[in-house]
C-alpha cells in the first residue's frame, strides 16, 4: 500500500519540479502505471489539472506525462493480474487488455487536442513527441494521423490553383511590440513526414497515407511556384524582433523552417531520379534568397540593436549524412544525373556545412531527428562524407570542412570514447593504414599550398588522435617542425602547445621549456640591453619575432600546469628525497622566468598579463614549499637544495622581477590609444599582488634562516 501512496504522491509533484527532474520522473514512474489502474486514473487527473494551470512549465509536464502514457499502453499487448515491484505485490484492479489500453489513448488524445489550443510552446511539444508514440506504439496510428489530420486541414489551402498552399499569415499573430506564430507550421509538417516515414517503414499498404501524402505532395510544389509576395513577405519592409519589422521576420523565418523540413523530407527519402534533384534545386533556391535577404537586413539592423538569435534548424544531421553522402560518395551509375545536379547547385554544400556546425556546437539531436539513428552512427557518416570531399584533389571549401571534421572528432572523443577507435578504423582507406596517416598527409598537403587555417584544424585532429594512439611519425615531424620557420603565428603556436603536451611526461619537458624560453628572449631583445639576441643562435627556429608573444602563453600555460603539480605535491606532504626535487624544479623554473622576465614583450598585450600571474604563482607556491620545510627543519634540517635555490631566487630572481616591473609601468610611446592604455592600466593594477607575494617570500625566507641558525 505504501508504495501505491508514494507513486501517487510522486506523479503529483512532477507538475511542480523543474523539467528536466519530471522527465526522469515520468519515465520511471509511468510503466508502473500499466499494472495499477488507481495510479493510472490518479496520473490522468493530475495531468489534466496540469493543462489548465497558469504555470506554462506545469501544462508542458502535462502533455510530455500523457504522451509518455500514449508509449507505453500499447494496444495489442495484454498484462497480468499481479506484478513483482520492488519486493512489493502491485494488485491489478481489472484486467489491462486491448480495449482498455485503446480507451485510455483516446481520452488522452481528446486532452491533448485540447492542448493544441494552447500557446505554441505547448503545441511544439506535442507535434515533436507525436512521433515517438507512433514509433513506441504502432497501433495508434490512425489515432495520431487523424489528430494531425486535423490540426493541418487548418492551416491547408485546399484549392489547387491558390498559392501559397499554407496559410502561412493566418498562423502569425501581431501584436502592438512584436510577433509571434501562434500555430508551429514547421513543427506540424515535420511531425507528419516523420509519422508518415515511420508508418511506411513498418507497413506495405500504405493506403491510410494517401491523404496526406497528396497533401505534401501539393505542398512542395506550389511552395516552389509561390513567390515570396504570395506569402506576404515584403522584401522592402524591415526585419526586425521588435516593432513594425517583427512579422517581416517571423514569416521569414518560418518559410525557411518549412522549406528545410521539405528538403529533408526529399532528401531521405530520395531514389536519385532527376525530378527529385529538381525539387531539390528549386526549394533551394528560395531558401538561399531568403537567408541572404535575412542575412542582409539583419546585418545592417545589428548596427542599431543586438542580433537575435539563430532560430532553430528543422535540417538534421541525419538529412545532412543524406545530402553529404550524394554529394561526394554516391557512384552509383543510376544515380549520375541526380547527384551530378546536386553537386552544380551553388552554395549547397556551404549552407550544408553552417548546419551542420550548429548542430554540432549543441549536440542535443532530438528523438524526430535522429531517425532511428544512433548519433554517432550519424557523425561517422558525415565523417565519411568530409574525408572523400578532402581527399578529391579538387575538393571543395577545404578549411569549412575540416573546421567541421575537427569538431566531430572532438565530440566522439568526448561522448563516445567507448566508439572511437571503431570510428578511427572506419575512415582508414587503400592508401593509408591508419586514420592518422590519412589526416597527416592532408596536413603535409595544406602546408604545401600555405593554408594554414587549415593545417591548424589538422593539427588539432592529429593531437587528439596522437593521445589515444600515439603515432611516432606524428612526434618526429613535430621534432622536425620546431626547427623550420615560415609559419603562421597560430599554427607555430599550436604546434608548440601540441609539443608540450607530448614532453609533459618526459624528462626533457623542462629542458624543452628552457629551450622556448631562451628563444623568446632573443626573438623579443632584452629590456635594458640593446645587443642582446644579436650573433646568438636559437635553439628552434619555428619562434620568431612575431610569434614570440603566442608561444610565450603557450609557454605560460605550461609553467603554470606545472606549479599546480607542484602546490598539490607540496600540500598532501613530501619526503626528504621528493622536496629535493621540488627544490631543484623550482630552480630550473626560476632560470625559465628570468628569461621571461627579462623579454621585451610588447606591452599592452595579454603576454605581459600572464608572465605577471604565472611570476606571481610561483612566488605563491615557493612561499608554501618554504613554510612546508620549516615545519620540518627539526626533523631533517635545511636542504642544501633549497638553500642554493634560495640564494638564487634572492640574488637574480629578485632583481629580474624588479627590472620587469619598472619596464611594465614605464609610458610606452603607444600607450595613446585607448585599448592598449586600458591593457597597460589593468597590468600595472596586478602589480601590488606580485609585490605582495615576493615580499611574502622573503619574510618566511628570514624566518626559515632564522630557525635554522637556533637548530
Same mark, same amino acid.
Request: glycine share 2%.
Given at each position: 500500500?505504501?508504495?501505491?501512496?508514494?507513486?501517487?504522491?510522486?506523479?503529483?509533484?512532477?507538475?511542480?519540479?523543474?523539467?528536466?527532474?519530471?522527465?526522469?520522473?515520468?519515465?520511471?514512474?509511468?510503466?508502473?502505471?500499466?499494472?495499477?489502474?488507481?495510479?493510472?486514473?490518479?496520473?490522468?487527473?493530475?495531468?489534466?489539472?496540469?493543462?489548465?494551470?497558469?504555470?506554462?512549465?506545469?501544462?508542458?509536464?502535462?502533455?510530455?506525462?500523457?504522451?509518455?502514457?500514449?508509449?507505453?499502453?500499447?494496444?495489442?499487448?495484454?498484462?497480468?493480474?499481479?506484478?513483482?515491484?520492488?519486493?512489493?505485490?502491485?494488485?491489478?484492479?481489472?484486467?489491462?487488455?486491448?480495449?482498455?489500453?485503446?480507451?485510455?489513448?483516446?481520452?488522452?488524445?481528446?486532452?491533448?487536442?485540447?492542448?493544441?489550443?494552447?500557446?505554441?510552446?505547448?503545441?511544439?511539444?506535442?507535434?515533436?513527441?507525436?512521433?515517438?508514440?507512433?514509433?513506441?506504439?504502432?497501433?495508434?496510428?490512425?489515432?495520431?494521423?487523424?489528430?494531425?489530420?486535423?490540426?493541418?486541414?487548418?492551416?491547408?489551402?485546399?484549392?489547387?490553383?491558390?498559392?501559397?498552399?499554407?496559410?502561412?499569415?493566418?498562423?502569425?499573430?501581431?501584436?502592438?511590440?512584436?510577433?509571434?506564430?501562434?500555430?508551429?507550421?514547421?513543427?506540424?509538417?515535420?511531425?507528419?513526414?516523420?509519422?508518415?516515414?515511420?508508418?511506411? +517503414?513498418? %507497413?506495405?499498404?500504405? *493506403?491510410? #497515407?494517401?491523404?496526406? =501524402?497528396?497533401?505534401?505532395?501539393?505542398? !512542395?510544389?506550389? /511552395?516552389?511556384?509561390?513567390?515570396?509576395?504570395?506569402?506576404?513577405?515584403?522584401?522592402?519592409?524591415?526585419?526586425?524582433?521588435?516593432?513594425?519589422?517583427?512579422?517581416?521576420?517571423?514569416?521569414?523565418?518560418?518559410?525557411?523552417?518549412?522549406?528545410?523540413?521539405?528538403?529533408?523530407?526529399?532528401?531521405?527519402?530520395?531514389?536519385?531520379?532527376?525530378?527529385?534533384?529538381?525539387?531539390?534545386?528549386?526549394?533551394?533556391?528560395?531558401?538561399?534568397?531568403?537567408?541572404?535577404?535575412?542575412?542582409?537586413?539583419?546585418?545592417?539592423?545589428?548596427?542599431?540593436?543586438?542580433?537575435?538569435?539563430?532560430?532553430?534548424?528543422?535540417?538534421?544531421?541525419?538529412?545532412?549524412?543524406?545530402?553529404?553522402?550524394?554529394?561526394?560518395?554516391?557512384?552509383?551509375? +543510376?544515380? %549520375?544525373?541526380?547527384? *551530378?545536379? #546536386?553537386?552544380?547547385? =551553388?552554395?549547397?554544400?556551404?549552407?550544408? !556545412?553552417?548546419? /551542420?556546425?550548429?548542430?554540432?556546437?549543441?549536440?542535443?539531436?532530438?528523438?524526430?531527428?535522429?531517425?532511428?539513428?544512433?548519433?554517432?552512427?550519424?557523425?561517422?557518416?558525415?565523417?565519411?562524407?568530409?574525408?572523400?570531399?578532402?581527399?578529391?584533389?579538387?575538393?571543395?571549401?577545404?578549411?569549412?570542412?575540416?573546421?567541421?571534421?575537427?569538431?566531430?572528432?572532438?565530440?566522439?572523443?568526448?561522448?563516445?570514447?567507448?566508439?572511437?577507435?571503431?570510428?578511427?578504423?572506419?575512415?582508414?582507406?587503400?592508401?593509408?593504414?591508419?586514420?592518422?596517416?590519412?589526416?597527416?598527409?592532408?596536413?603535409?598537403?595544406?602546408?604545401?599550398?600555405?593554408?594554414?587555417?587549415?593545417?591548424?584544424?589538422?593539427?588539432?585532429?592529429?593531437?587528439?588522435?596522437? +593521445?589515444? %594512439?600515439?603515432?611516432?611519425?606524428? #612526434?618526429?615531424?613535430?621534432?622536425?617542425?620546431?626547427?623550420?620557420?615560415?609559419?603562421?603565428?597560430?599554427?607555430?603556436?599550436?604546434?608548440?602547445?601540441?609539443?608540450?603536451?607530448?614532453?609533459?611526461?618526459?624528462?626533457?619537458?623542462?629542458?624543452?621549456?628552457?629551450?622556448?624560453?631562451?628563444?623568446?628572449?632573443?626573438?623579443?631583445?632584452?629590456?635594458?640591453?640593446?645587443?642582446?639576441?644579436?650573433?646568438?643562435?636559437?635553439?628552434?627556429?619555428?619562434?620568431?619575432?612575431?610569434?614570440?608573444?603566442?608561444?610565450?602563453?603557450?609557454?605560460?600555460?605550461?609553467?603554470?600546469?606545472?606549479?599546480?603539480?607542484?602546490?598539490?605535491?607540496?600540500?598532501?606532504?613530501?619526503?626528504?628525497?621528493?622536496?629535493?626535487?621540488?627544490?631543484?624544479?623550482?630552480?630550473?623554473?626560476?632560470?625559465?622566468?628570468?628569461?621571461?622576465?627579462?623579454?621585451?614583450?610588447?606591452?599592452?598585450?595579454?603576454?605581459?598579463?600572464?608572465?605577471?600571474?604565472?611570476?606571481?604563482?610561483?612566488?605563491?607556491?615557493?612561499?608554501?614549499?618554504?613554510?612546508?620545510?620549516?615545519?620540518?627543519?627539526?626533523?631533517?634540517?635545511?636542504?642544501?637544495?633549497?638553500?642554493?635555490?634560495?640564494?638564487?631566487?634572492?640574488?637574480?630572481?629578485?632583481?629580474?622581477?624588479?627590472?620587469?616591473?619598472?619596464?611594465?609601468?614605464?609610458?610606452?610611446?603607444?600607450?595613446?590609444?585607448?585599448?592598449?592604455?586600458?591593457?597597460?592600466?589593468?597590468?600595472?593594477?596586478?602589480?601590488?599582488?606580485?609585490?605582495?607575494?615576493?615580499?611574502?617570500?622573503?619574510?618566511?625566507?628570514?624566518?626559515?634562516?632564522?630557525?635554522?641558525?637556533?637548530?
Amino acid at each position: 500500500m505504501w508504495v501505491y501512496v508514494f507513486l501517487k504522491n510522486a506523479t503529483r509533484c512532477t507538475v511542480t519540479i523543474p523539467s528536466a527532474n519530471a522527465d526522469a520522473v515520468l519515465q520511471a514512474i509511468v510503466p508502473v502505471m500499466r499494472y495499477d489502474v488507481p495510479l493510472r486514473d490518479n496520473a490522468i487527473m493530475v495531468f489534466r489539472k496540469a493543462l489548465f494551470s497558469k504555470n506554462a512549465t506545469s501544462r508542458r509536464i502535462a502533455v510530455v506525462g500523457l504522451i509518455e502514457m500514449m508509449r507505453k499502453f500499447k494496444v495489442g499487448e495484454a498484462y497480468s493480474q499481479s506484478s513483482q515491484l520492488s519486493c512489493s505485490q502491485v494488485q491489478i484492479h481489472m484486467m489491462m487488455t486491448d480495449d482498455v489500453n485503446e480507451a485510455v489513448c483516446t481520452e488522452i488524445v481528446l486532452l491533448l487536442k485540447r492542448a493544441l489550443r494552447q500557446q505554441p510552446s505547448i503545441r511544439c511539444e506535442v507535434y515533436d513527441r507525436l512521433s515517438a508514440v507512433i514509433a513506441g506504439n504502432r497501433k495508434l496510428h490512425p489515432m495520431v494521423l487523424q489528430l494531425l489530420e486535423e490540426q493541418l486541414d487548418l492551416v491547408y489551402e485546399d484549392d489547387e490553383n491558390l498559392l501559397p498552399p499554407l496559410k502561412l499569415s493566418e498562423c502569425i499573430t501581431t501584436l502592438p511590440d512584436y510577433s509571434f506564430l501562434k500555430e508551429p507550421l514547421p513543427n506540424l509538417l515535420r511531425a507528419i513526414l516523420h509519422c508518415t516515414s515511420i508508418i511506411r +517503414e513498418d %507497413e506495405e499498404d500504405d *493506403s491510410s #497515407l494517401s491523404k496526406l =501524402t497528396d497533401r505534401l505532395r501539393s505542398i !512542395l510544389v506550389r /511552395t516552389y511556384k509561390s513567390d515570396l509576395e504570395d506569402w506576404e513577405l515584403d522584401k522592402s519592409a524591415q526585419f526586425a524582433s521588435t516593432g513594425s519589422g517583427s512579422r517581416n521576420l517571423v514569416t521569414a523565418q518560418s518559410l525557411i523552417s518549412i522549406i528545410e523540413v521539405m528538403l529533408q523530407n526529399i532528401i531521405t527519402n530520395a531514389r536519385g531520379i532527376t525530378e527529385e534533384s529538381d525539387s531539390i534545386k528549386k526549394l533551394f533556391f528560395i531558401l538561399n534568397n531568403i537567408t541572404e535577404m535575412l542575412n542582409e537586413k539583419q546585418n545592417a539592423a545589428a548596427l542599431r540593436n543586438k542580433k537575435q538569435p539563430a532560430p532553430a534548424r528543422f535540417f538534421s544531421l541525419g538529412g545532412i549524412e543524406c545530402l553529404l553522402r550524394f554529394l561526394f560518395v554516391d557512384d552509383m551509375s +543510376e544515380h %549520375e544525373a541526380f547527384c *551530378s545536379a #546536386l553537386r552544380n547547385t =551553388t552554395n549547397l554544400y556551404t549552407w550544408a !556545412l553552417g548546419v /551542420t556546425t550548429e548542430h554540432l556546437k549543441c549536440m542535443r539531436l532530438d528523438h524526430e531527428n535522429r531517425n532511428s539513428k544512433d548519433d554517432s552512427v550519424i557523425l561517422n557518416g558525415i565523417s565519411h562524407s568530409l574525408v572523400a570531399n578532402l581527399s578529391k584533389s579538387s575538393s571543395l571549401f577545404k578549411d569549412k570542412t575540416s573546421t567541421v571534421l575537427l569538431r566531430i572528432v572532438q565530440i566522439m572523443k568526448l561522448s563516445y570514447l567507448d566508439k572511437f577507435q571503431e570510428y578511427c578504423e572506419s575512415l582508414t582507406c587503400e592508401s593509408h593504414d591508419t586514420f592518422s596517416s590519412r589526416i597527416f598527409s592532408y596536413l603535409v598537403k595544406s602546408l604545401e599550398e600555405d593554408d594554414y587555417e587549415e593545417s591548424q584544424n589538422y593539427l588539432s585532429i592529429l593531437s587528439i588522435l596522437h +593521445e589515444l %594512439e600515439p603515432s611516432e611519425k606524428f #612526434l618526429e615531424w613535430i621534432k622536425e617542425s620546431i626547427k623550420d620557420d615560415g609559419y603562421s603565428s597560430a599554427f607555430t603556436k599550436d604546434i608548440i602547445i601540441i609539443l608540450l603536451k607530448i614532453m609533459r611526461e618526459s624528462e626533457t619537458d623542462l629542458k624543452v621549456l628552457m629551450n622556448l624560453a631562451e628563444d623568446i628572449h632573443l626573438c623579443l631583445g632584452d629590456i635594458e640591453d640593446e645587443n642582446y639576441s644579436q650573433n646568438t643562435q636559437r635553439n628552434y627556429k619555428i619562434i620568431t619575432e612575431n610569434n614570440a608573444p603566442r608561444v610565450c602563453l603557450a609557454l605560460g600555460q605550461a609553467l603554470e600546469r606545472i606549479l599546480h603539480d607542484i602546490e598539490w605535491g607540496i600540500q598532501v606532504g613530501c619526503s626528504e628525497d621528493q622536496a629535493d626535487a621540488i627544490s631543484i624544479t623550482m630552480s630550473k623554473l626560476a632560470a625559465i622566468f628570468i628569461s621571461l622576465l627579462q623579454s621585451q614583450t610588447p606591452r599592452g598585450t595579454s603576454t605581459i598579463e600572464q608572465v605577471g600571474k604565472i611570476i606571481r604563482i610561483y612566488y605563491t607556491t615557493f612561499t608554501l614549499f618554504i613554510k612546508h620545510e620549516m615545519a620540518k627543519i627539526n626533523e631533517r634540517g635545511t636542504l642544501r637544495s633549497l638553500e642554493k635555490l634560495s640564494k638564487f631566487v634572492g640574488t637574480q630572481l629578485n632583481d629580474s622581477l624588479y627590472k620587469f616591473i619598472f619596464y611594465i609601468e614605464t609610458n610606452d610611446e603607444d600607450s595613446g590609444r585607448k585599448k592598449v592604455a586600458a591593457t597597460i592600466k589593468k597590468q600595472v593594477i596586478s602589480v601590488p599582488s606580485i609585490i605582495y607575494a615576493l615580499e611574502q617570500c622573503e619574510r618566511n625566507l628570514i624566518l626559515i634562516s632564522k630557525k635554522s641558525q637556533d637548530c
